[in-house]
């Protein structure tokens, strides 16, 4: 056994060594692999202005932010194969000897590191984010939003380095890729890129389609790549945290409980009891919870609008608002306890605090008594358990 794998390791390192780089075939996957890159760029731009509130997000369509995220999963995912096979591809250029053989090979060399480490930094820790590995702890540093956070930062060295990477190569890329060029090349030469190619490609579509179920309904019988089953949970639809998790229990079932709507200094100007919130106007919408972590859950949700709400608490124009949740007050959880709704998403139609999803009292874990349900909106904003609407 031992045998077999020190002999197949040797034939690839022979065979990397000796093969001459098909010029073509990196160019073909450079292209490939550039456009998922800079997809994936752009909606993770968004998924950062969405989930931070930038003026620039709008407020609609609904499902908005649940297409751009998808996307970004999508595009994020079958990079994965797509880098392998290109740094395959290139591998004899990577391991080349001698290592340097001058100052602007060097130069060349020094630049791949952001571009190579910094997209294999990228597809990593976006992977474990989806996956739900967050370490918490590394030699005791709490390093629990480490991945997520240094994800974003790396992401403008990795968008640099590929506009580079991409000027540096453009020139190459023209030439191996003209029609004369590849009809002089070998029918052998064509045919063995066809075969890697076509390889690629089906793994990457079975990828793609096996990340794409967390969001796309008709393909949820191949999410397996998903950390939640689209389906699964209470009312038919998943819970990321449990009521029982955070300790908000016995205040969100209390009979005493109230929303309290409440100047940002603290002055109280209304509170409302469940019973007087059914008692006014009651809106329906569909609106997706759209995790940024890739599976999205189409209910139909049903409350107050929160432009309403703010009207009852004697608040007329449209207003910022901090939606607080009673975990902020058990478990300060670091962007799950309040969520911050623009002036202009409060005074949206489907801006609801939400009592009931598709006919029902939500569910303990869906956020009983009152969540907020608002249109294009990252799910980690669609805050549960709600305790109090802050006016900014
Ligand atoms: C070229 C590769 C990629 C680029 C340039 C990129 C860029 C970004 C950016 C800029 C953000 C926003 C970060 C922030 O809010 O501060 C983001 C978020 C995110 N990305 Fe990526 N990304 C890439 C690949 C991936 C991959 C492969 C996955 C997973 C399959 C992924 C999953 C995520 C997730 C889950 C978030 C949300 C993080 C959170 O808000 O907690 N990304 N990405
Ligand atoms: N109070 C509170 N609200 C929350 C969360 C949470 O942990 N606490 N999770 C958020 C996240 S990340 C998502 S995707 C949606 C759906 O999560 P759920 O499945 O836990 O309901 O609710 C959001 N609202
Ligand atoms: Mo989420």
């Not at 309040?338 to 949206?348: E, G, N, R």
Request: aromatic fraction near 8%; proline fraction near 5%.
């Amino acid at each position: 056994m031992s045998n077999a794998i020190t002999r197949i390791a040797t034939d690839v390192v022979r065979d990397v060594e000796a093969a001459p780089v098909d010029e073509r075939r990196a160019a073909m996957l450079g292209i490939v692999l550039g456009i998922s890159f800079y997809t994936c760029a752009l909606t993770g731009l968004f998924s950062w202005g969405a989930s931070t509130n930038q003026g620039w997000w709008p407020a609609g369509p609904t499902g908005l932010f649940r297409l751009t995220q998808g996307t970004h999963l999508i595009s994020g995912v079958i990079a994965v194969p797509l880098l392998l096979a290109k740094l395959r591809t290139v591998a004899p250029k990577l391991v080349q000897r001698p290592f340097v053989t001058s100052f602007a090979h060097l130069v060349e060399r020094i630049s791949l590191l952001p571009l190579v480490g910094g997209s294999i930094f990228m597809l990593f820790s976006g992977v474990t984010n989806v996956a739900y590995w967050y370490p918490q702890e590394f030699y005791g540093v709490d390093i629990g939003y480490f991945f997520p956070a240094a994800h974003g930062k790396m992401a403008i060295v990795v968008v640099g380095a590929l506009l580079a990477h991409i000027f540096a190569k453009i020139s190459t890329t023209r030439q191996v890729l003209r029609k004369e060029a590849i009809e002089h090349e070998s029918a052998e030469a064509t045919l063995d890129r066809r075969r890697f190619l076509g390889g690629v490609a089906a793994t990457t579509g079975l990828v793609g389609v096996s990340i794409a179920g967390a969001t796309i309904y008709p393909l949820r019988g191949l999410s397996v790549l998903s950390a939640r089953h689209p389906n699964a949970g209470p009312q038919g639809f998943p819970v990321n945290r449990t009521a029982a998790s955070i300790g908000v229990r016995s205040r969100a079932e209390s009979p005493d409980y109230r929303l309290s709507v409440e100047m940002a200094d603290g002055t109280e100007l209304a509170s409302f009891s469940l019973a007087d919130l059914q008692a006014m106007d009651q809106y329906e919408h569909e609106i997706p919870i759209a995790c940024v972590e890739g599976w999205s859950a189409n209910e139909s949700w049903r409350g107050v609008r929160m432009r309403d709400l703010l009207a009852a608490a004697g608040i007329d124009e449209p207003r910022e608002v901090d939606v607080v949740s009673l975990q902020e007050e058990s478990a300060p959880g670091r962007r799950y306890g309040t969520s911050t709704v623009s002036k202009d998403l409060s005074k949206q139609d489907q801006t609801l605090l939400a009592m009931e999803v598709n006919g029902e009292p939500l569910h303990l874990d869906h956020g009983f008594p009152i969540r907020l349900m608002a249109p294009a909106r990252p799910g980690v904003n669609q805050t549960k358990w709600l305790s109090k609407v802050v006016v900014k």
